[in-house]
């Protein structure tokens, strides 16, 4: 993601989320997972301005090591945890998700909405294992088909993803690397109406955004309106062994 324009980061930053997602499902997956240890080593990965982070913070009471490529995101991480109360818990840093400065065997949860596709699945599940204490786990979202003949605007939207694949191919990809699943649940559509609209509205006002990097964010909502029920988030709960 180091290629992406300094004004895009900038245009996110403006946003609740860099992602779809929402704070009801981070609780419900969080909630769903095996009791972590006491004192958890907690890591969350592409993290954006922090959406996650700060649920992830309040719920599990514990610091949360917040890794983004950007400063930018992570300046309004920082502002959004103290307003939130929880500098002493959110701790931002800046790192690439391809070589994240975490001791191997040391993380107990890693947490990856969204962000995954930047490595590609196959190779963030290769990275991101030796990463992880024995028995740790990691929760993902990614984009995956919801059925087996998506529409060609669908398929055009998502060609830059090329191992996209469905939820059976996600959780054997998975399995192969050697994960073992823990469930999976697809991501409410809601969730994409609220991201997808935050993004119309700054769209909406005053921007940098070079014509062609908006059309294509214009075009990704429009997309989603008409083919909305063949393609979304799923979340990947997996564990080490």
């Known amino acids: ?22 704070d009801a499902r981070t609780r419900s997956v969080l909630r769903k997972l095996p009791p972590l ?11 954006g301005s922090g959406a996650s982070t700060m649920v992830l913070a309040e719920d599990l009471k514990v610091p949360v090591r917040a890794f983004d490529i950007s ?17 002493d818990l959110v701790r931002p840093e800046v790192a690439d998700m391809a070589a994240l400065p975490v001791a191997p065997g040391s993380l107990d949860l890693l947490w990856a ?10 190779e963030a599940f290769r990275r991101w294992l030796p990463l992880m204490a024995s028995g740790g786990v ?3 979202s990614d984009a995956v088909w919801l059925t087996n003949s998506p529409p060609p605007e669908a398929v055009a ?6 191992t996209m694949g469905t939820s059976a191919d996600a ?3 998975a399995e192969a690397a050697g994960w073992r699943v823990l469930f999976t649940e697809v991501l409410e559509p809601e969730a994409w109406d609220a991201y997808l609209g935050s993004i119309r509205a700054a769209l909406a006002q005053p921007h940098a955004l070079a014509p062609d990097f908006a059309a294509a964010l214009e075009t990704e909502a429009a ?6 029920k063949t393609y979304g988030y799923l979340f990947l709960a997996l564990q080490a062994p």
């Open 1 to 22: 993601m180091t290629d992406f324009p300094e004004e895009g980061f900038r245009f996110f930053a403006t946003l609740p989320r860099q992602a779809p997602g929402s």
């Open 171 to 173: 959780i054997a990809r």
């Open 37 to 47: 240890p006491a004192h958890p080593t907690v890591a969350d990965v592409g993290c």
């Open 223 to 228: 997309v989603w309106d008409t083919a909305r």
């Open 113 to 122: 909405e969204g962000s995954a596709f930047i490595l590609g699945l196959e």
């Open 138 to 140: 990691l929760v993902l």
């Open 157 to 162: 939207l998502w060609q830059e993803y090329p």
């Open 71 to 87: 400063p930018i995101l992570l300046d309004v991480l920082t502002e959004r945890a103290a307003a939130r109360g929880l500098t």
